[in-house]
C-alpha cells in the first residue's frame, strides 16, 4: 500500500524558513521522480517542485523558484522540500506524490504551512 507521510510544516513569520519533509513507503522510491504540491483554501492543487528519480534534475513553479529547493535521500525512501524566504501567499497544505507532472498515487494528509506576521 503506497503511503505518504507529509511532515515538517508549521506557522512562520514572512522571510522566514522551513523545511518540509514527506516519508513515502509502498513503492520502490528510487525508481520514480517525487513532487510537492500545494493547495491554498479556495483553490485548486498545484505543482511547487520535482526532481526525478537520481536527483540529477529538479523543476519548480515560477513563484517557488530561488526561494525553494527539492531534494530527496533514496536510502530514506524521503523527499524534502526547503522553503526559505516565504511569503503570505505560499499558505497552504503541502503534500508529496510520486510523478513528476502527474501525481501517480493517492494523497497523504499533507502538512499545513501557515505564513502570518
Known amino acids: 500500500q503506497v503511503q505518504f507521510v507529509e511532515s515538517g510544516g508549521g506557522l512562520v513569520q514572512p522571510g522566514g524558513s522551513l523545511r518540509l519533509s514527506c516519508a513515502a513507503s509502498?513503492?520502490?522510491?528510487?525508481?520514480?521522480?517525487m513532487s510537492w504540491y500545494r493547495q491554498a483554501p479556495g483553490k485548486e492543487r498545484e505543482l511547487v517542485a520535482g526532481?526525478?528519480?537520481?536527483?540529477?534534475?529538479?523543476k519548480y513553479a515560477d513563484s517557488v523558484k530561488g526561494r525553494f529547493t527539492i531534494s530527496r535521500d533514496n536510502a530514506k525512501n524521503t523527499v524534502y522540500l526547503q522553503m526559505n524566504s516565504l511569503k503570505l501567499e505560499d499558505t497552504a497544505v503541502y503534500y508529496c506524490?510520486?510523478?513528476?507532472?502527474?501525481?501517480?498515487?493517492?494523497w497523504g494528509q499533507g502538512t499545513q504551512v501557515t505564513v502570518s506576521s
Open positions: 509502498g513503492f520502490t522510491f528510487s525508481s520514480y521522480s
Open positions: 526532481i526525478i528519480s537520481g536527483g540529477g534534475r529538479t
Open positions: 506524490n510520486a510523478g513528476f507532472s502527474l501525481a501517480l498515487h493517492a
